[in-house]
């Protein structure tokens, strides 16, 4: 049975605050005789016997709130327009069963309850906390499995036998998930674990592409039927270290509980990320300089642990041969290795040892100990058919969908370099700044300098996340063409006349797009050359500082005169808000202004929006941030057919594109030899923010399923 913390404090909290008992003032008889209880603001309370139940008969005083206060508030309501003098009441209030309650109030009883299950385990908390950490061994055994180095020596076991371990697993990153080598430390005793394929240099036996893990390659913690003993494994990022452990996966629960040192930190003296970025920043500057905040905290890094409460520097020299070398390296440099494993499970240990009496400390709940082992404790049951079908499937449509995108992208940038002809690439606001000089003749062909920079050679497939992008698509943001600035990303530009909200260059603005694009579309031919000459007389007309007007009605008929209906139609709304709305409201703070080579007229460029406010970047407008505005029209291409192929194209794998390599890093272990019963343990931390909220970078942040969204289903997996 599992107590949630959030069910604790919900009723601790809510409760104890929603019936205080200064709040009341009265109580009177009703026609059923049960008591009716209000406050001073009419709001029906607990009936007196389930308030003497839940919080305990002696619990607080009614003269405890001040007189001042609740006028106060009275005077508050009345401000709103609240009326509070009178109030609805459910007099007949029905006496519901109430369950027996182990304490004299509620706290008591989720007390009781949260000792009675945490009991078996306290010792070993206590246990682990004042022990002696005894010495290592200055030689380790490279012998497949578990060796334990005790008083007698070194000898070989199936699996540990204490039941307090501090436990710290190694892993080759070049060669997949599974466990490399493990150590753990008891009260009395070291072990050290060897992958058996390590010492029989079974190395081609390690597939990091393989995405189902063999559960015979685990660690074996306990014996396999083992269900009734309590242990407690103590890691950093324990998660981590469960995940590599055997018998983790048997479906019948363990009574293991797992303790992360990170988790007990974040809820003592953790960081929020906007700190995290500026202690990491500080490192190496003179602490006396920094704030009094970053010597009492630290990231949750266990060397910046081992530093903040022990104060020494932890050896990590050799963390490179896990994260970036190979199998034959480890092998070779057994000894180091293996003792650097030692060396962080002895670090997390006497991390522990300080941190245990902090976090009783800040959290003296026993609800919320208890609630972390049952956090920690996940267990997340698949199937390894559907897993392979699934993450196959989305990958071929990725790639799919990524090379069909190219092909279309690379279109586009050949027709782009079609306007080098007759230098028509001048007429087009877009691609105008590009360098068009020509880098060489290749097969009779001009290679232009742009082309060769932002997009390579022909073989090369074009991302979408490329800064070339947006300008081949012809993006708009609220029919303003997109314009990227070095030191301030990506924004738009807007005819620097059109601030007259009168004037009519904003409206002849839109419709030059209209004509340009419609251009770049057209058949080659007579109604080709009779839009392009359209196209010329407007931009002419548009670098004529006369062309202003004060009516809108002469905008208007200028519009009319295209003779298109719907251009005119739509043109003519854009004028109409245009002439609603200030400057300001409609394009923002102009960040600066820019001027396009073919334009006479200079530009005010408008940043994109950003979720994180006016200061900040727009990096990349096809990102996920912004597919709102596609959404909405707001941003969308001028290249019709085209572009809103690749809009919608990059809608659908924008989830697999910015999830595939948290998705394909799970560990998902087979359960059945025969079958496909899979089971995944996700890397959770219990307490990863100061708010003690749990993490977990793909299962905690997972959407639900969009029918447009390639990979969003995958919580349906589970």
């Known amino acids: 049975m599992m107590i949630p913390l959030f069910l604790r404090q919900t009723l601790r909290h809510t409760l104890i605050r929603s019936y205080k008992p200064g709040l009341l003032s009265r109580s009177y008889s009703t026609s059923s005789s049960r008591d009716v209880r209000v406050n001073q603001f009419n709001i029906q309370l607990l009936p007196q016997y389930i308030r003497d139940h839940i919080f305990g008969v ?13 006028e106060k508030a009275k005077e508050h309501l009345t401000s709103h327009g609240i009326d509070f003098s009178t109030g609805s009441l459910l007099a007949d209030v029905p006496k519901p069963p109430l369950v027996e309650l182990q304490g004299g109030n509620i706290r008591d009883h989720f007390d009781s309850i949260a000792y009675a299950m945490l009991e078996p385990y306290l010792s070993l908390f206590d246990k682990l906390c004042c022990c002696q950490i005894p010495e290592p061994p200055s030689k380790w055994e490279f012998t497949p499995g578990w060796v334990r180095y005790g008083s007698k020596g070194p000898c070989e076991v199936a699996y540990p036998e204490e039941n307090a371990l501090v436990l710290d697993v190694e892993t080759c990153m070049a060669v ?14 070291w072990y050290a674990w060897v992958s058996p394929r ?6 081609r036996d390690w597939n990091k592409q393989d995405l189902i893990r063999n559960r015979t390659h685990l660690i074996p913690i306990r014996a396999d039927d083992d269900t009734t003993t309590h242990r407690i494994i103590v890691g950093h990022n324990v998660s981590f270290d469960r995940s590599r452990l055997r018998e983790e996966y048997n479906l019948a629960e363990s009574n293991t509980y797992f303790v992360d040192t990170m988790a007990l930190h974040m809820c003592v003296n953790g960081v929020t990320m906007s700190q995290r970025g500026r202690w990491l920043r500080a490192e190496g500057e003179d602490r006396k300089e920094l704030p009094g905040w970053m010597s009492s905290s630290s990231p949750g890094a266990l060397h910046n642990l081992y530093q903040l409460y022990l104060g020494r520097r932890l050896d ?17 440099k057994f000894q180091s290795g293996i003792s650097y494993c030692a060396k962080d499970s002895m670090a997390t240990l006497q991390i522990f040892q300080c941190l245990l009496p902090l976090f009783k400390r800040s959290c003296p709940s026993p609800v919320t100990i208890l609630g972390k082992r049952q956090m920690g ?13 699934f993450v196959t499937s989305c990958d071929e449509y990725h790639s799919n969908t990524v090379k069909d995108t190219s092909l279309k992208l690379r279109g586009l940038a050949d027709t782009a370099c079609s306007l080098s002809q007759d230098n028509l690439y001048l007429l087009d606001p877009w691609i105008s700044s590009l360098d068009w000089n020509i880098l060489e003749k290749k097969n009779k062909t001009n290679v232009l300098k742009w082309y060769r920079k932002e997009l390579g050679v022909k073989s090369e497939q074009i991302s979408p996340q490329k800064r070339i992008v947006p300008l081949l698509l012809r993006l708009v943001w609220e029919e303003n063409p997109l314009h990227f600035v070095e030191h301030l990303g990506w924004g738009y530009i807007v005819p620097a006349s059109a601030t007259d909200t009168t004037s009519g260059i904003y409206s002849l603005w839109i419709d030059y797009l209209n004509k340009y694009t419609e251009f770049l579309q057209a058949d080659q031919g007579v109604q080709s050359h009779s839009l392009l000459q359209e196209v010329r007389q407007l931009l002419k007309q548009l670098n004529n500082a006369n062309v202003s007007c004060t009516k809108r009605f002469d905008v208007v008929e200028k519009i009319v005169s295209l003779k298109e209906e719907n251009l005119t139609i ?17 394009f923002g703070k102009s960040f600066g202004r820019v001027t396009l080579p073919g334009f006479d007229i200079p530009f005010d460029f ?39 192929e690749i809009l919608r194209a990059e809608k659908r794998i924008s989830f697999w594109r910015s999830n595939q390599q948290r998705i ?6 087979n359960v059945s030899e025969e079958g496909n019963e899979a089971v995944i343990l996700p890397n959770l931390c219990v307490a990863g923010t100061v708010t003690r909220r749990a993490v977990q970078s793909t299962w905690l942040t997972a959407s639900n399923a969009e029918g447009d969204r390639v990979g969003s289903e995958l919580k349906s997996l589970i």
């Open 316 to 332: 990590k020299a050799q963390r490179d041969m896990f994260t970036s070398g190979t199998l034959e390296e480890i092998g070779d």
């Open 606 to 644: 408008y940043r994109i929006p950003h979720k994180d406010g006016e200061n900040f970047n727009c990096g990349k407008p096809l990102g996920r941030e912004y597919e709102f505005a596609m959404r909405e029209n707001i941003l969308k291409s001028r290249v019709a057919k085209s572009g809103a």
């Open 377 to 389: 404790s996940a267990y997340m049951p698949t199937s390894s058919k559907d897993w392979l079908k």
């Open 58 to 70: 002696q619990h607080g005083n009614q003269d405890d709130i001040h007189s001042d206060l609740v």
């Open 664 to 669: 394909k890093s799970q560990m998902i272990v």
């Open 570 to 586: 739509k043109t003519a709304q854009i004028l109409s808000k245009m002439l609603k709305l200030s400057y300001e409201t409609k």
């Open 198 to 203: 390590l010492v029989r240099k079974q190395y």
């Open 176 to 189: 997949g998930p599974d466990p490399v080598l493990a150590t753990a430390v008891s009260p009395t005793c």
